[in-house]
């Protein structure tokens, strides 16, 4: 029911990727094992932008693909271009309700593990700790980059741009994973709305409809928010809940 999160406000979440970077380790001694790997993702010579709206769940879009790496374990880094200025949708960029676009900035700068492609106006996305790596397996490998937008979509007051915070995003082994389907129904739906009627009322915004994830069994009163700090408990991942109707007029409330 209640959220102020800036993704509630957006139609769309761009990024506008560029390079991808992997450099190889030796997992035992954690020293780099040769030359970085610098992989192009742009599309015919052009940024790859990806609608992060457009791909929830299980659904996902592929960046880099027929490519031969040696298996191993690597550091792996991803570059989003910024997007700093309104109305500029040649780069990353957020598109919200009422039609404005402001540009979207990963904040972090830093190089790859001592690696930086060569160019100043792009942010980081690290996907690899110190003696944590990216396993590349002989044959098929699929990686999935997981954005958490409720948690990672930050709209700083006064700027042209929105800023995409890098500790929302994880890096999944699609062939370890699995997804978490549901529907809500609409006697808990209305009530969710009826909960949230009069703060949506006070700040004029709709009311807007989620379902968190906890780890463990908790008693409901210390399940929090995203950032929740004890004694309450944050939740581990966050989904919309999207309406649909069937060509009979049945409505779903599902996530």
Known sequence: GVSDA?????????????DVVLIPFDPETGEQTGDHI???ASESGALHQVDLMEYQGKNAKTIISEQQI?????????????????????????EKTDGSVKGLVVPSRGSCFGFKPDTSDQGRLKFSQKR????????????VVEFDLRKGLADPVGQDHMNMNSNSVSLVNASDSGHITGT???VQYQACEADSAAWNAIHDVPAVHSVYLYAGSMDRSTMGDMGATAPLNAPVAVANVNESQDEEGNTTYSY
């Open 70 to 94: 040696a298996p191993g374990d690597y550091a792996m880094c991803v570059y989003a271009k910024d997007g700093r200025q309104l109305n500029d949708t040649s780069l990353s960029y957020v």
């Open 132 to 143: 944590q790596y990216v396993k590349v397996h002989t044959g098929h490998n699929s990686y």
């Open 38 to 40: 610098l992989l192009d």
């Open 6 to 18: 800036p993704v509630d406000d957006a139609n769309k979440v761009v990024l506008a990727f560029k």
């Open 184 to 186: 809500v129904s609409n």
